[in-house]
């Protein structure tokens, strides 16, 4: 990176703002993917959007990519700079600018983290359901550019289903705005919806006006066990099919009772195939209806344990053997690869079992858990990236898993994105004509190809 | 260094929003996460230690709160600690650091005759003159600062007064040791009387050997090893001579690394027995709850408990410092927001790095404003010393006090 163009940059931004040691760069050629790593050219952490629309015009000026960047939480390389540019860091632009108790709305820049704003719209008696894994740090802006799940996705949907309007900076600089405060909006493309998902690869999000809805009045949250996965897997089905809608309905596999157990000792029986977590919340007859429904339709399924928490602190508890899932592998190997294969629901068992299947058939070490009841599933491989040779096998094995999920009619990423790491899966995915239309998308707003390049596609 | 340490890291970010310096900068380089990426760094020679890599370093609290945080168990504050110690035995100690940790710290005769002039210089009331006339204006900055923090000493060091075996009273169900701090003998010696007298009143008969030396967090603080093993093997064979139930402080900083003597020892039996056998005082305390809550008398405080990095971090301690308070009757306890967040005061940062700490504290004192708390209950001198100025000089001022003395308080309300 030429030493005028760091200096035209830190004109911009500060020269605070504008980091180009080593040491700085080293920092930033990564996010929260496994073995993916890229030193940026330089890092700006612009103050506000006319920050970064001026550093966004500068950059198309001179050719040089941009990689935006919430707090590098992603988890498919999507926020690594894989070609020496710009890393623009949106971490200070952290004020929640509105929360609109009239139109119930808020609006916060982009490098609000997740669960700040669940704080703070809480506390007017509101709700903003998305929350992603990495909610205590993941910004807004990130999970608009990922559109982001998480465990109450179930019943309350996604990030894109809460995103009612958005201030993009495009890549020539310009600003963009989509969508606002309205309910109903049918005025040309919905360029709101297209953004959410773009993987930083269509502007950069400067606000974001999300949609937020009255907060549930009461809850309940079960643990239930399962000595056969079939049977846990029919249990999910039967709940949706009898008209239950959970709040959560998390799912883990044999592998991760077992680590959860060594790690944790919360008195998970080591016998048992599958164990389910379900949550259903809203108003206290509902909630107290739908707990006796889901309680009568596992013990059809032969459960051998059901377990209802009586007060907050219970099901605090209770939902430890989840909260807990991805540190108790995480402690086994040194390496952990975690996928979101996401499958029609119908098909949960299946899936698991074919992940069980090839984790065998590669000599693998794979635990699964997440969220069944949306039929995306956490396949996640323990391994060392000492050892070229497991790696293979392992990258080997989610191609496999990968594949299966296509014809099964599910997705490569339920919630991760595409970024580099399912690249090349995509094909398979979406066809020739769907990567045509993605080109052509991106064309028409990045004519240059300087945002996020080499991403998705 | 132990690589495997470095990558356990999945680099998920979990740590950031717990990191003080990372709340305070958002920058990657102030945070766990780039911090354990620096030290990688280094070690597969990608990186040279630069000044500005030893800055970045440096500004770590050594909090541990990404420890409690790490989904996979790595603590990044450790593992700086641990690279700067590996740094520093190939360097050697300076003149003026071989001096304070080898020839100072660990003779307690020599650090009190050290301490001696500060307390002539409050008594004869010099310090009043001094600082009415803006005399420190002229010393260093650092020296202003720590002179500036320094509460009323007591007459003379705990150490000196303390009697070695004080008995239980009524019948006696156990025998302890009490490790004496360093800073709690010579600063917070009412405190550490009320430990003591806490204890006796439960049935402990309380041995406070006299020739116990400094537990070593200030080698390790100064990434001296060896002294620290020095310190380790001394007290280690001191306090196993003794038939003792337990080993007791009162000191966050000492419980948490005479819990590790077995550790730093590299697992010699002696000191992996003797680490087994520390308590913080509140852990003792809390097994004693029924007998403790008969003796306990009303008191009608507003009052507030800031978790000790040292306490809840390195050592786990949380719900049992909240329990005693509660045990209190007619105590309005509120919970501090941010609680177990580092205060700033981190051994000598607060002097090394006096704009950071001031930044943490800052924090942290509108934290405890938030409460509307008369008291703030700690327990670790460092926070003390800390949390005692800043909180004097808020509006409305905050009493700051160690948790057994609001325990005698209750006892002797």
Known sequence: MEDSFIKALSEIVGAQYTLSDPESLACYGYDSTPELQSRPGVVVLPGNSEEIARVMALCEGAGVRVTPRGSGTNLSGGSISFDSGVVLQTSRMNRILEIDEENLTATVETGVITSTLHREVEAKGLFYPPDPGSMNISTMGGNVAENSGGLRGLKYGVTDDYVMGLKTILANGEILKTGGKVVKDVAGYNLNQLLVSSEGTLGVFSEITVKLIPKPQTKKTMLVHFPQLEQAALTVSHIIAARIIPATLEFLDRTTIKCVEDYAHVGLPLDVDAVLLIEVDGHPAQVEEDAAGIRSICERHHCSFFQTAASTEEALKLATARRVALSALARVRPTTILEDATVPRSCIAPMVKLIQDTAKKYDLLIGTFGHAGDGNLHPTCLTDERNPDEIKRAHQAFGEIFEATIAMGGTITGEHGVGVAKKKYLPKLVGESGLKVMRGIKGAFDPRGILNPGKIF | ?413
Not at chain 2, 135 to 151: D, S
Not at chain 2, 171 to 179: L, P, R, S, Y
Not at chain 2, 210 to 224: E, F, I, R, S
Not at chain 2, 227 to 242: H, I, M, P, V
Request: proline share 6%; charged share 25%.
């Open chain 2, 1 to 413: 260094m132990d690589f495997v340490k470095l990558i356990n890291c999945m680099r998920c970010g979990m740590c950031l929003p717990h990191c003080p310096t990372y709340k305070e900068t958002f920058l990657e380089t102030a945070s766990p996460r780039g911090r354990v990426a620096l030290v990688r760094k280094f070690q597969e020679g990608e990186l040279v230690e630069s000044e500005k890599f030893l800055e970045y370093v440096s500004l770590c609290l050594d909090c541990q709160a990404c420890a409690s945080a790490c989904p996979c168990g790595v603590n990044a504050g450790e593992l700086v600690a641990e690279f700067r110690c590996e740094r520093k035995q190939e360097q050697g100690l300076s003149t003026m650091e071989d001096l304070i940790l080898r020839k100072l710290v660990p003779h307690p005769d020599r650090l009190e005759a050290a301490t001696a002039p500060l307390r002539l210089y409050q008594r004869t009331g010099l310090q009043k003159v001094v600082r009415s006339l803006g005399l420190l204006k002229v010393f260093p900055a650092a020296l202003e600062r720590m002179e500036g923090l320094l509460p009323k000493l007591p007459e003379a060091p705990l150490r000196q007064t303390i009697n070695e075996v004080t008995p239980a009273v009524g019948e006696q169900k156990g025998t302890v040791g009490f490790f004496l701090g360093c800073v709690m003998s010579l600063i917070f010696s009412e405190a550490s009387l009320a430990t003591v007298e806490l204890l006796s009143s439960l049935g402990y008969k309380v041995v406070t050997p006299k020739d116990q030396k400094c537990c070593g967090a200030p080698n390790m603080l100064g990434h001296d090893i060896d002294g620290l093993k020095e310190a380790a093997r001394f007290n280690t064979d001191l306090f196993q001579s003794q038939q003792l139930d337990f080993v007791v402080t009162d000191c966050g900083g000492c419980g948490a690394e005479l819990k590790k003597y077995g550790h730093h020892l590299d697992g010699e039996a002696a000191a992996t027995a003797f680490s087994t056998k520390v308590r913080d005082i509140s852990e003792i305390l809390a097994t004693e709850a029924g007998t403790l809550k008969e003796k306990l008398k009303p008191l009608p405080l507003k009052v507030t408990y800031h978790d000790p990095c040292h306490i809840a971090h390195c050592q786990g301690i949380r719900s049992q410092p909240r329990a005693l308070i509660n045990l209190i009757p007619g105590i309005d306890f509120r919970e501090l927001p941010e609680a177990d967040a580092c205060c700033g005061s981190a051994g000598t940062y607060n002097i090394e790095k006096p704009e950071m700490s001031d930044r943490v504290l800052s924090r942290k004192v509108q934290n405890v404003q938030k409460t509307g708390a008369d008291y703030l209950v700690t327990s670790n001198p460092g926070c003390l010393l800390q949390l005692k100025k800043a909180l004097s000089e808020a509006n409305p001022p905050v009493k700051v006090i160690h948790l057994t003395e609001l325990l005698q308080m209750s006892l002797n309300a």
